[in-house]
């Protein structure tokens, strides 16, 4: 009999990804997305796989902990489901949080009701504005907890929280991601954030906005990198998974997963142009917004270890891959990109 | 006509003084407790006065945007439930995690509804292992998302950040204190936190348990002292709180109350001994255990400036007077008092 994943927010960016590798890998596929920010366009390659199936539903209202909507029994469950970028996020904060809270609290009860393996993705805002450089696991984060992203970033800390608490009080075999800045195609045009701006604002010959001088830096993670660290993740038994975080002195098993690989934001922006000869923008500054991260790049000494994983996408590559998605998205609808009012994520 | 107040966490150690000092200002005053930590002993001075009900509930089951058990229309809500000790949060974990979080929601909800202000109770635990001291507001904490103590501080923290939202996102009329250790009358005798963990081990000529060398040190604040702060902060309007956090670079208004007198755990023994000269307890030596803060001492210079505000009662007659309480609990019901088995709170 095959496997049996759920994926919440199976219709963004990541969670399409990570459905359609699931597909190729055998499994039967539950994906599960309100579409708020994912979209069954993210779906169009594979909804018509026998395997596959969707469900519209908004973790924040389902019941939880006896989920009557899903009469499967899962082997494996990615919780993807969340708002990720601030421009999303800061438009409906309350949401966001729940969305974090009762959408682990959900994949948490399925995984116990089946015995399931689960994955969280949590995710690099847990360190926020991070004093140490690079960040690994063990660093506790700098945030804000009443700040303009504290919606997300409280949200996901406490997501971690429930996690290594429901592994200690109830043996849920769970296991957490840190991801990192992660950039691909479907990523939303209006996603708000630097890479998805840069290409946007070069395919419409807009100025290119940078915040501040530009010499904050950032990692960019190809999202096949990153759906492939997912995998190896959930291969391993939950005995190696725990014995490892047990090992390395973290309360519960927590990686990050990025790229190590450092960029300015600026460095960015002329590689995106590079990649667009035919562009007529030009770089423009602009002030730094408030809480926006100085520096951010992942310590994946863990996961290299843990799953003999390291990311294999340069980023040149990626660019060019993503802006070749940016190009039909624009030709298919015609939709107008919104240009960033916020910082570089 | 009365104003009335609702006290959630009524039956605790310290929504019991708030519902005294309410009736004693005239309010009619509702206590809504689960009585997991709180107990009907805490209300017998105050519990056949006309204007005072309890509702024995739990704000996990209230049902939230609606709560129908309470067809009152509320002019002043205060957040007190939630387990705030390490001996009974780690306990129920997950439990202590759900109580933060859908507490506050349940209050912001009834705050929205009936136009109430609203006093959330956060904690100074939302700095974690602070980084730096004294600890003022501006301070984003050190907090483990994983640890055995996050299910308490991470709760206490998304709390923080949902009350935040609610007031950009909704206007709600909330203002919230961060509460240093606090000590006195009807503080559990099964606390498991320092002041309560010492003055029973020397009732009882039990030798008195120091961590590590004791000379971490504690800032403790007597309960009427934390009293005063809530009623001087809740008689003001909204607008001049919100422009007090807004002029001192708040995202929300958040003030710490304690006590900033320091004292090593070393002393607050030795105190304790020399209040109690018939004991025969002697002090010892334990192994620290882990994340348990090596220093907190609160800067109160906003609750200063905003509430005219300090504390006013010295450490040797609070204790006098907490004594003086666990003496009669002792008398009264015999019952065992159990020996610290985590770090000094």
Redesign the interface.
């Given at each position: 009999m095959k496997k049996t994943a759920l994926v919440t927010g199976g219709a963004g960016f990541l969670g399409s990804h990570l459905c359609e590798r699931l597909l190729a890998d055998g499994y039967r596929v539950v994906a599960l997305d309100n579409l708020y920010t994912g979209s069954r366009a993210n779906l169009v390659t594979f909804a018509d796989n026998p395997d596959f199936s969707f469900i519209e539903a908004d973790v924040t209202t389902l019941p939880v902990p006896t989920p009557q909507p899903l009469n499967l029994t899962f082997t494996e469950i990615y919780n993807l489901a969340c708002p990720a970028s601030p421009v999303h996020y800061q438009a409906r904060?309350?949401f966001t949080?729940l969305t974090s809270?009762k959408g682990v609290l959900f994949c948490l009860a399925l995984a116990r009701r089946d015995g399931a393996k689960l994955l969280h993705a949590s995710t690099s805002e847990?360190y926020?504005d991070a004093l140490v450089h690079p960040q690994d696991e063990h660093y506790?984060?700098?945030?804000?907890?009443?700040?303009?992203r504290?919606?997300y970033?409280?949200?996901k800390?406490?997501a971690?929280?429930?996690?290594?608490?429901?592994i200690?009080?109830h043996d849920v075999d769970a296991r957490?991601v840190r991801i990192f800045n992660t950039y691909g195609p479907r990523m939303h045009p209006h996603d708000g954030r630097v890479v998805s701006n840069f290409i946007m604002q070069a395919l419409r010959d807009e100025d290119i906005t940078i915040y501040g001088d530009g010499t904050q830096t950032r990692s960019f993670q190809y999202c096949d990198d990153l759906i492939n660290a997912f995998r190896a993740y959930m291969e391993l038994p939950k005995d190696r998974v725990r014995a490892f975080a047990a090992e390395h002195g973290?309360?519960?098993p927590?990686i990050n997963t990025g790229n190590p690989g450092e960029y300015t934001i600026r460095e960015l922006a002329e590689k995106t142009l590079a990649l667009l000869p035919g562009s007529k923008s030009r770089l423009v500054s602009r002030p730094l917004p408030g809480d926006d991260p100085k520096q951010r790049r992942p310590d994946i000494t863990l996961a290299k270890e843990l799953l003999g994983w390291e990311p294999r996408i340069p980023l040149d590559d990626g660019l060019a891959r993503t802006i070749d998605y940016f190009k039909s998205v624009a030709l298919e609808s015609g939709r107008q990109p919104s240009t960033a009012t916020d910082g570089h994520r």
């Open positions: 904060p309350i949080t809270i847990v926020g506790w984060g700098n945030v804000n907890t009443i700040g303009i504290s919606c970033d409280e949200g800390r406490v971690e929280a429930l996690v290594a608490d429901h200690r009080e957490m973290l309360g519960a927590v």
